[in-house]
């Protein structure tokens, strides 16, 4: 059985909010829940600024014709999301029946970042703290905290070696608190 995973939908550009609604219609009424999870338009609130001088908040579709659903693909749901007016298929698929190609989770991060649907993870460490490193090429070796950035999800520690601190860019996954 095929997973679950993010796959991109092709929409006629500017009609990307009524391609979500009739594809969430006919998720009710061909009861594919437990085949469609999640139809996801991203949208961003930017600040632009009229001829006048002010500043006004807009909301822009960053991915203009193209909606993002959360699904299993099967037969079923693939000839339904195909086949709901506005969509005019999928992105990844090469036509002929052949089924779509997913998003990787790198590549949706950023999307589902941006919409708010995940939150960046927060690092419980502070500059001057010690850490170990639990991967990459100085594992297991010790150092301390010289600067986060919560906004790439990076830290960078100072490694003692030869008598001289050594700076390294580490993810927040590959160190862990002392």
């Known amino acids: 059985m095929n997973e679950r995973a993010w796959y991109v939908v092709q929409t006629y550009s500017g009609l990307e909010s009524a391609a ?6 006919r ?14 338009v991203p949208e961003q609130t930017v600040l632009e600024k009229k001829k006048n001088g002010e500043t006004k908040e807009v909301i822009v579709k960053p991915y203009p014709g ?28 090469s036509g002929g029946g052949a089924k779509p190609v997913p998003l990787s989770d790198e590549e949706m991060q950023p999307i589902l970042k941006m919409c708010g649907i995940i939150t960046e993870k927060l690092f419980a460490g502070a500059v001057g703290d ?35 601190a050594t700076p390294a860019e580490l993810l927040f996954n590959e160190v862990t608190l002392i």
């Open 66 to 93: 193209y909606v993002f659903i959360d699904m299993i693909v099967t037969d079923d749901s693939w000839f339904m999301v195909r086949n709901t007016p506005m969509v005019t298929g999928f992105l990844g698929s």
């Open 20 to 25: 979500k609604r009739n594809i969430e219609r």
């Open 130 to 164: 010690k850490v170990k490193i639990t991967n990459g090429t100085f594992t297991g070796q010790e150092g301390v905290i010289d600067a986060i950035d919560a906004q790439r999800g990076v830290v960078k520690v100072l490694i003692y070696a030869f008598g001289r």
């Open 27 to 40: 998720i009710e009424s061909m009861d594919m829940k437990d085949c469609i999870f999640n139809v996801l």
